[in-house]
């Protein structure tokens, strides 16, 4: 089983993050294939954008530790809501949330999408509290890969752990990372996945 890695943000400097374009070579296939795209053309005019591959140091994903965030509903439908608690307050958590903001901002920019009108094509992971009473929420996948989830979770205080039987509001850290972002109807996709979680 895997531990927790403790690789802050702080390493990243988003502006060195680089993207490659992959095309859908035959939109009718049922099977779809990929080839890259050399062309400097923004993804965002690209009818038949496939997914965008980020690399950092030629790594292909962006891997990171979380701070210790609140799990407030355990895992729906292979997604966790992670909240930026006390973001006003709690220095390292305002920092982390300004990183996966800054993130998503570079992945828009990268897109092509740098009008307000177009903001909409990108699908943000972060979710805000409509009435602003709430911190906001950082959506992360468990991948399912060979039905079974594609996660370590561990704990100091229990020998076993299920990824299913996360209670609300359990306080855990997480490895997480980006690859790919997607296009799916019209909006583009980049979606925090789970690789360890430790909870405290």
Do not use: H
């Amino acid at each position: 089983m895997s531990k927790i890695k403790n690789i802050s943000y702080d390493l990243y400097n988003i502006e060195n993050i680089k993207y490659s374009k992959y095309l859908i070579k035959d939109c009718s296939a049922k099977k779809k294939e990929f080839i890259l795209d050399k062309s400097k053309e923004p993804a965002i005019n690209i009818k038949n954008i496939g997914y965008i591959s980020l690399y950092y140091n030629q790594n292909p994903l962006i891997y990171i530790t979380t701070p210790v965030m609140v799990c407030l509903f355990g895992m729906k439908n292979q997604i966790m809501s992670l909240q930026f608690t006390n973001l006003k307050t709690d220095k390292e958590m305002e920092s982390f949330f300004n990183f996966i903001k800054n993130i998503e901002l570079n992945n828009m920019i990268n897109l092509g999408i740098t009008d307000e009108e177009d903001a909409d094509k990108y699908n943000s992971q972060i979710r805000y509290d409509k009435d602003g009473k709430y911190d906001p929420n950082l959506i992360v996948k468990v991948p399912f890969v060979k039905n079974c989830y594609d996660v370590d979770i561990y704990s100091d205080d229990y020998d076993t752990c299920n990824i299913k039987n996360l209670n609300n509001f359990t306080k855990m850290k997480c490895d997480i990372y980006i690859d790919k972002i997607w296009k799916f109807n019209e909006q583009f996709i980049c979606k925090w996945k789970a690789k360890v979680i430790y909870l405290v």
